[in-house]
């Protein structure tokens, strides 16, 4: 009865390959996210989904595509993997409205190493 | 922009001795403050947080952590320390200008000695 889940936890790939990180959560939240952090353990938000609709999209190379097929589920495709994408990518998901107590916590998943040679 | 700061990489602390992580911040509005603590190749895990109301804010495994305006501090505290407690503790304050982003500082290393 894990919360927020992700699959691979671990994803060791050649340079040039294309990968996909998936993430779902069961906590009945509208908004998830994808966070990365580096080798320095920094943590910084990539995207967010809003029950489907892309709402946050940070500096990321558009070689990194995010796509939620429902509000469950928020998946994170990476093209033509780079040496520098090597990092912990964490999915996490909360509720929406800032009206709602506790809406502001983000619970986050295990998250996926993922190793780029 | 909202940001926040924990000045130190890292923090070392015998078992049973107070701990205290430091964190402090700087916002345009009233801050969203956060603590997560991440153990060794684990997920994040939520501890507290301050929105409104009490100065003193409780969480869990013990922690609590004090949010002071003044001094523009947020910083964690555990009255005794285990050696379990050690891990690496992040500050983050809530950015909701466009969406709801979670801004962190840069962790602290939290180390409890026997």
């Known amino acids: 009865d894990t919360a927020v889940s992700q699959t691979p936890k671990y994803l060791v790939t050649q340079m040039g390959n294309d990968k996909s990180i998936k993430c779902e959560q069961n906590?009945?939240?509208?908004?998830m996210y994808w966070y990365k952090q580096d080798s320095k353990k920094f943590l910084k938000i990539m995207f967010s989904?809003?029950?489907?609709?892309?709402?946050i999209n940070e500096t990321v190379p558009n070689r990194f595509s995010p796509k939620s097929p429902d509000k469950a589920h928020l998946n994170l495709h990476i093209n033509s993997l780079e040496l520098g994408d090597s990092a912990v990518y964490f999915c996490?998901?909360?509720?929406?409205?800032?009206?709602?107590?506790?809406?502001?916590?983000?619970?986050f998943g295990p998250g996926t190493r993922l190793l780029v040679l | 922009a909202q940001s926040v700061a924990q000045p130190e990489d890292q923090v070392n602390v015998a078992e049973g001795n107070p701990l205290t992580v430091k964190c402090t911040y700087s916002v345009s509005g009233n801050p969203y403050l956060f603590w997560y603590v991440q153990y060794p190749n684990r997920g994040l895990q939520f501890l507290l947080k301050y929105i409104t109301g009490d100065n003193l804010v409780k969480g869990s495994y013990g922690f609590e952590a004090e949010f002071n305006k003044s001094q523009t501090s947020f910083h964690l505290k555990k009255p005794s320390a285990l050696v379990s407690d050690s891990a690496l503790y992040f500050c983050a304050v809530l950015d909701m200008e466009y969406g709801n982003k979670l801004v962190f500082g840069a962790g602290t290393i939290l180390r409890v000695k026997s």
């Open positions: 906590l009945g939240h509208d908004t």
């Open positions: 996490a998901s909360s509720h929406p409205s800032s009206d709602r107590a506790g809406s502001e916590t983000q619970y």
């Open positions: 989904y809003n029950n489907k609709e892309l709402i």
